[in-house]
């Protein structure tokens, strides 16, 4: 096990498994994502409740889903690079930036999406959304922080550092429609005994979970794989790969 991982931080090492990897997880993304969406937008019943606007969920929770667990994950590598100065896990890392930002964003826009019909308003200063507000400022943060100073060894610790003391926003998250009097709605999926969902919503709604994780996948390993390019560009291996005039 430490032998797998000691050559998967091999920046050649990655690059080959990971270019192995992309097309399997785009291929599953793609067959799962249909499924999820003929499963929610066709097969799932009407909400008793809510009707048809309810449909909105199966890419607005995934998305939010998807929001914090980049991020934690953005932590764990962060944490990584720090203590060990591992250079692929600050990759990773800053991969991940955009595509974590970009579902915040899609969480907040569905979210809004579906709370005009139901709430009248297209935003409240809600608990869940305001913190959720301030995830996307938290990744945004982080894009302008490393952008904004040039060497990147600096850059990779401040935005670590800012990483790691953004993780407080993801339990407030969590936890803001059991914490605070919120008008969003409470869990219904991760309740400890019987999920408050019906299976045939459930079951889409899972689906598409795995569809928006494996497209964070893919679309993070083929942004790591261009960054490992730069900043290995010249090393032997990669001039050997693309010729001696990639390393000028």
């Known amino acids: 096990m430490w032998q797998f991982l000691h050559k998967l931080a091999s920046p050649k090492y990655f690059y080959d498994i990971s270019g192995k990897l992309i097309p399997w997880l785009g291929g599953l993304c793609l067959i799962s994502l249909l499924a999820g969406l003929y499963l929610g937008l066709v097969k799932a019943p009407p909400d008793y409740q809510q009707g048809e606007s309810y449909r909105i969920m199966f890419v607005h929770v995934p998305a939010a889903w998807m929001s914090m667990f980049i991020y934690m994950l953005m932590a764990v590598w962060s944490a990584i690079n720090l ?3 591992i250079k692929l896990a600050d990759v990773m890392a800053s991969s991940s930036a955009a595509i974590g930002a970009s579902f ?16 009248g308003a297209w935003w409240v200063w809600d608990a869940r959304l305001t913190s959720e507000l301030i995830l996307l400022f938290l990744y945004l943060g982080y894009i302008a922080l490393v952008s904004a100073i040039e060497d990147r060894r600096t850059a990779a610790r401040a935005g670590g550092v800012l990483i790691l003391v953004g993780v407080v926003n993801i339990p407030i998250i969590h936890y803001s429609v059991e914490w605070w009097n ?18 045939s919503m459930l079951i889409p709604l899972l689906i598409m979970a795995v ?5 964070y996948l893919a679309v993070v390993l083929m942004r790591a794989r261009i960054e490992v390019l730069d900043r290995e560009r010249r090393g032997a291996w990669v001039r050997e790969m693309f010729g001696e005039s990639s390393g000028r």
């Open 182 to 199: 919120t008008l969003h709605q409470g869990a219904t999926v991760t309740k400890i005994g019987k999920p408050s969902i019906h299976l």
């Open 83 to 85: 203590v060990w100065n």
């Open 104 to 119: 915040t964003f899609l969480a907040l826009v569905t979210g809004s999406l579906w709370g005009k019909p139901m709430w």
């Open 211 to 215: 569809s928006f994780k494996l497209y």
